[in-house]
């Protein structure tokens, strides 16, 4: 290991600020700005980059705050609260511009202003958390390599958040707990455990639990088996192993952005996947001739069910892509792809290719999903003749680094 001072010069993706040391070696700096100076350690392993560690700002940015958060620095949720939130909008504008030409392949991408959240922080309805070491429940630490008791999470809606040092599971096998609020304040704890077999189980504080089986299947144990959840003028339903819109009301945003982009009207025939429980689907169902929903979970499904029932022009088919897809027998006009539902990782399936393969040449694709996925999947499309038309990128996790895109694309 050595020490290093070095002027940061850009933020790449994963929330890391970017420099280079007199040898060309590009060095990836947590927690700082583009523009600081900083001391690092870096490792003497030869290859061609390096991850530092950040020892000292010799000169700090006018960007740099006060994180909110006494775990920042050690939670791996949080990437960016030590800029101001108009500092982060920048740099995930230049990370999506960035990811789109180095990584995508594309020459100028059409790229649109990023859409900030309304609100920066106490946004999430949704705490994924884990047992922690010390007892209790918490979040992993990339640093440190464990999971660490969280007390306070300032990104969380305010009583999701007064809920956390009430939490204090002790399930033998339990892997996972995802703990939800729906519209009043609704709670609900959905527990991912090594065992299928529903414990028994005792709370003593107002709280809905549930299990959700390997499946993404949920089964109910105490309260209630869903939550309520309006978004876009609609109150909704999402069962325990649904996936549902951490941040709801960007998710409003979301969904303006895919049905403007998408130029959906009144004799658009609309195939969506994955529908999930209905969000997305019902905007674009509001605007068009005929949706098709595509959605594997049976639990969506039912939800979906529920949830846009007031339309009659919705036909969901439950299966995987690799399943429904090659049996489809209808001619959407639009098709909207959102393939990091579940893992942002998560690029476009095979199944997605082949069927945008034989797509008509002038129908039009939507794409929404985490840029770093998205960029690996541009090449492809261009390669299967599709040219990019626009690119929105839309905050929905303020603090982290993670960037949705609603992307446009035609043949």
């Not at 969901?316 to 897809?325: A, C, N, R, S």
Request: aromatic content about 6%; some cysteine.
């Amino acid at each position: 290991m050595s020490e290093l001072t070095l002027t940061l010069t850009d933020m790449a993706h994963g929330g890391l600020a970017l420099g280079r040391d007199k040898g060309g070696r590009a060095v990836f700096a947590p927690f700082a700005i583009p523009g600081e100076t900083v001391r690092l350690r870096v490792p003497d392993d030869g290859r061609g980059f390096a991850r530092a560690e950040l020892l000292e700002i010799i000169k700090p940015s006018p960007d740099r705050v006060v994180p909110r958060c006494r775990h920042f620095g050690v939670c791996g949720n949080c990437h960016l609260q030590h800029m101001t939130y108009a500092a982060q909008l920048r740099a995930k504008e230049a990370t999506v511009r960035d990811q789109l030409t180095r990584v995508g392949g594309l020459k100028d991408p059409p790229l649109r202003p990023i859409l900030p959240s309304p609100e920066p922080y106490s946004y999430r309805a949704e705490a994924a958390l884990f047992p922690a070491e010390e007892g209790g429940l918490g979040y992993w630490s990339p640093g440190e390599r464990r999971i660490f008791r969280v007390v306070e999470c300032p990104i969380l809606r305010p009583a999701l958040e007064a809920a956390l040092p009430d939490l204090d599971v002790e399930l033998p096998g339990l892997r996972r707990l995802s703990l939800r609020l729906g519209d009043d304040e609704e709670l609900l704890a959905a527990l991912e455990t090594e065992d299928v077999e529903p414990p028994e189980l005792a709370v003593d504080f107002p709280v809905s639990v549930a299990i959700v089986l390997p499946d993404r299947t949920a089964a109910s144990l105490i309260g209630d088996p869903y939550l309520l959840l309006t978004i876009g003028g609609r109150e909704l339903r999402f069962s325990p192993g649904v996936p549902w819109p951490a941040n709801p009301v960007t998710a409003e945003t979301l969904a303006r952005v895919i049905v403007e982009l998408a130029g959906i009207d009144a004799s658009s025939i609309v195939l969506e996947s994955p529908g999930g429980a209905g969000w997305l689907t019902a905007a674009l169902a509001e605007r068009s001739a005929e949706v098709v929903a595509v959605e594997p979970n049976p639990d969506a499904v039912a939800d979906a069910a529920e949830n846009l029932d007031p339309f009659d022009n919705v036909t969901i088919y439950q299966g995987t892509e690799e399943e429904i897809f090659p049996a489809l027998s209808i001619t959407p006009d639009v098709v909207v792809l959102r393939p990091g539902v579940q893992r942002p990782e998560d690029g476009l399936s095979p199944a997605a290719f082949r069927l945008l393969e034989r797509l008509h040449p002038r129908r039009r694709v939507i794409i929404c999903g985490e840029i770093g996925a998205l960029a690996k999947d541009a090449k492809r499309l261009v390669k299967t003749g599709y040219r990019p038309v626009m690119f929105q990128p839309v905050d929905l996790a303020p603090q982290g680094f993670q960037v949705e895109i609603v992307s446009l694309w035609r043949k």
